[in-house]
């Protein structure tokens, strides 16, 4: 039932952004992206915001389903930020002539990727299941912490990306149609993180309790 | 008080442990002069293309050693279980840290500062005529990469594959540290030295930033 409903607003938001939103002047079809690629960026960072509060309570209250709970947002969140590096360059090669600039936005993007690449190998590495919580938890926090370091740092030394078109500067903004179609992608890419995690989250409780069966059975 | 005379105490022991073998100096020290001459074969080291490409080249030879070098910083405790016993001599965890910290930063340091003539003469910079402040971006990324780097090593030395895996770590995480340093070490090997004082500040902040957050969380790091 969650999953018709989100398939629905992930259609709808498609459908507007396609026929309902007005064409832009300069870039005429290939605007159309932004609603895709601008509001999965938002989705990822809310997914990756998500995992740090999961690493933090973890840390703090030593619970499994905050570690369930990380581990669920890095990777939902790595699947949108995947999908923001894959469209982000198709957009690039028309708009700009290339497909990749080493602009702020897109260099931080890329090692934030790379962070929670990291993330979930370091999972892999650990047995020990608290362990494996504790310290993935721990490097959650230190990625997290490293990562507006990581923007401020190419911002300030390099930097083609558009200037921000929303919460930018007094000549930014958009035209209050396409506005109201960003916002409702927005919306519909965040039901869709809410049920992926959830969904991930679910698969993450039953592998855990599959393990403490696993191992009464071999114990026996 | 106790914390700072803790840490004097196992940062002797650090140095006593390094200094009885070298063996991590000199195999960094080896290892960045290695990456330093296959660096030249990569483009035609004249003094222009090198005011350009060399300072990045020099940084990354830094970065590359120092995932090699904080490897064995807590994969040493390891091997006859002193850590346990290190945990219990000391009231506070951060001690430890501290003291790896600062033996880190001091081995990095000691061996950029070791390298420094001879990328001079190889690339054909000038450095001596700013020698003071390349010193100062040499000890703030050096004391940034080993208050992350320690933190990391005593992450990857509880997982498998350890080895491999602090790099993967540390690279990404060190990347405001790259962009930074080597910008300011660019503006400084300029025709026209100039000190990128904002530069310096951000430094300082990452590693404001990190130490304390090494602070909070440092004792979960150790936990058995």
């Known amino acids: 039932m969650a999953g018709a409903a989100v398939l629905f607003l992930v259609v709808a938001a498609a459908y507007a952004s396609f026929y309902i939103a007005p064409e832009e002047r300069t870039m005429r079809v290939l605007q159309r992206i932004f609603y895709f690629h601008a509001a999965s960026a938002w989705a990822g960072m809310t997914a990756f915001s998500i995992c740090f509060v999961a690493n933090l309570l973890y840390v703090w209250r030593r619970q499994e389903k905050w570690d369930a709970l990380g581990v669920s947002c890095a990777e939902v969140g790595l699947a949108f930020t995947t999908v923001v590096l894959i469209t982000g360059p198709i957009w690039a090669k028309p708009a700009w002539g290339i497909y990749w600039t080493w602009d702020a936005r897109l260099t931080s993007t890329f090692v934030l990727w790379l962070l929670y690449i990291s993330y979930l190998l370091l999972r892999t590495l650990i047995e020990e299941p608290d362990r494996r919580a504790l310290l993935s938890a721990l490097f959650g926090i230190f990625a997290f912490i490293d990562v507006p370091i990581v923007f401020g740092a190419i911002r300030w030394w390099r930097t083609q990306h558009p200037a921000p078109v929303i919460m930018g500067g007094p000549d930014s903004g958009l035209e209050p149609t396409m506005r109201a179609v960003f916002f409702f992608s927005v919306l519909a890419l965040h039901a869709l993180m809410v049920f992926l995690i959830v969904e991930r989250y679910q698969l993450e409780k039953m592998r855990a309790d599959f393990e403490i069966v696993r191992r009464e059975a071999e114990a026996q | ?224």
């Open chain 2, 1 to 224: 008080m106790a914390l700072l005379s803790n840490a004097a105490v196992l940062l002797g022991k650090e140095l006593r442990t390094e200094f009885r073998s070298r063996e991590l100096l000199t195999t960094t020290v080896v290892f960045i002069l290695i990456v330093i001459v296959l660096f030249s074969f990569t483009f035609d080291p004249t003094s222009d293309e090198s005011r350009r490409f060399a300072p990045g080249l020099l940084w990354l030879a830094f970065l590359f050693a120092s995932s090699l070098m904080l490897q064995p910083c807590f994969l040493r405790e390891q091997h006859n279980d002193t850590l346990s016993a290190l945990r219990l001599s000391v009231s506070d965890p951060f001690a430890i840290f501290l003291a790896k910290l600062a033996a880190n930063t001091l081995f990095l340091l000691l061996t950029e500062l070791l390298l420094l003539p001879v990328f001079a003469v190889m690339y054909n910079v000038p450095v001596l005529h700013v020698l003071h402040w390349l010193v100062l971006v040499f000890f703030l990324a050096s004391l940034g990469i080993s208050i992350s780097g320690t933190a990391l090593a005593a992450i990857s030395a509880q997982a498998r594959m350890r080895e491999l895996l602090l790099p993967l770590l540390l690279l990404p995480l060190l990347t405001p540290i790259l962009v930074a340093s080597t910008e300011i070490t660019k503006s400084l090997l300029d025709r026209a030295p100039f000190v990128q004082w904002k530069g310096i500040g951000f430094l300082a902040v990452f590693d404001l930033v990190f130490l304390t957050a090494l602070w909070l969380f440092g004792e979960y790091l150790l936990e058995e």
